[in-house]
């Protein structure tokens, strides 16, 4: 078992990252919460593989468990499942000192803590997360959100959950291809700030090799965004570098409807056509598009996209919350491991864009 903390200033809480943990969640539940009522919100996917025993392992510690279940994929994360999901949560008369936990990917977490953040101006929730991405990524931090048919995370808040509880082994029962996607957000991670990490991954030889490695490789993510939170919270200056890869990576998702390509895969596209922009102004050293490409290639992750309308990829990227203006904030690196922020005039990003 590996173990963090994220202090910051209204809330501190745990990430409890242990093989196995979700198959006793009700002793892990019961010792943050005294409360009776839950409300559990998953999907179909999860559902399948894990809802009966988490919500057995609940009840056998004496909780009321309301199990609610949607669709999987990313367009569940809409305004109308937010309703839904209120109605659902009032008809089971949960109150601010009843508990919600959000048990799936990003998609379920991140809609799950909007929900939790405004349903009566806020009720305690915990994160379960089951895919890689959401294990090194969306659970941590405290960004919770819901899309708009203009655009993803439109429409969100900060608010952090009492715990977080990562269990490596559910990634088995991922499909390859999601988690592959997963990798997309460490390798983003190892690009930003640890080149260690960058060449442990390289060194790794088969998925076996990756499972086996799982628990480290997931905590080195964990303790990063900690750190990045920590210091940044509600994502003024310095947490803004764990969006690299992701203003393009976002407006890729849309144009595509979310269907063509996963999150990761987007945001793996976004990372190398952004590196590819910076390495051309000279702001990137000569050499690492290749390295992440190869990288990107290892993981079985794509680097670029046929895209027939780039106008309507950068109307979608001209709406990122790092928009300012005339000009844009993007998250480059100058090697692997060193991240800055530049300014891009929206004029010559539009001028030079390529995916």
Do not use: W
């Not at 943050?32 to 559902?47: A, F, M």
């Not at 809609?111 to 915990?126: C, Q």
């Not at 407006?251 to 390509?261: G, H, N, T």
């Not at 309507?312 to 060193?338: C, R, V, Y």
């Amino acid at each position: 078992m590996k173990s963090l903390n994220v202090n910051i200033s209204e809330n501190n809480y745990p990430i409890i990252i242990e093989s196995g943990l979700i198959l006793n969640i009700g002793d892990k539940i019961k010792n943050i919460y005294s409360g009776e009522k839950i409300s559990l919100i998953t999907d179909s996917n999860v559902d399948n593989f894990y809802g009966e025993s988490v919500v057995a392992s609940l009840q056998n510690k004496g909780f009321n468990v309301k199990k609610i279940v949607l669709p999987p994929g990313e367009k569940t994360k809409s305004i109308e499942n937010l309703t839904f999901l209120y109605d659902e949560l009032l008809d089971f008369t949960m109150s601010r000192g009843d508990l919600i936990i959000a048990l799936g990917g990003g998609v379920i977490g991140d809609l799950t803590g909007f929900v939790a953040s405004t349903l009566l101006r806020g009720i305690p929730f915990v994160q379960i997360p089951t895919s890689l991405l959401a294990q090194i990524d969306s659970s941590i931090g405290g960004k919770v959100a819901v899309d708009l048919p203009r655009g993803k995370n439109l429409v969100g808040s900060f608010y952090h959950p009492k715990a977080v509880f990562i269990d490596p082994q559910v990634l088995k029962t991922l499909e390859e291809r999601f988690l592959y996607d997963g990798m997309a957000e460490v390798i983003k991670t190892a690009c930003i700030k640890d080149k260690g990490l960058f060449d442990y991954l390289l060194e790794l030889n088969s998925k076996e090799e990756l499972f086996d490695n799982f628990e480290e490789i997931i905590y080195r993510c964990c303790d990063i965004k900690r750190k990045v939170v920590e210091a940044d919270e509600k994502d003024t200056g310095e947490r803004m570098i764990l969006n690299f890869g992701h203003t393009i990576g976002h407006a890729i998702e849309k144009y595509f409807d979310f269907e063509k390509y996963s999150h990761g895969e987007a945001v793996a596209i976004g990372m190398y056509a952004i590196t590819k922009i910076s390495e051309e102004k000279e702001l990137t050293s000569k050499g690492t598009l290749e390295k992440l490409k190869t990288m990107l290639v290892k993981y079985k992750l794509p680097y670029n996209a046929k895209v027939d309308n780039i106008e309507e990829i950068f109307d979608t990227i001209a709406l990122d919350k790092k928009s300012s203006g005339n000009f844009l904030n993007l998250i480059m690196i100058k090697n692997i491991g060193e991240v800055f922020i530049e300014k891009i005039d929206k004029a010559y990003l539009k001028e030079v864009i390529s995916i």
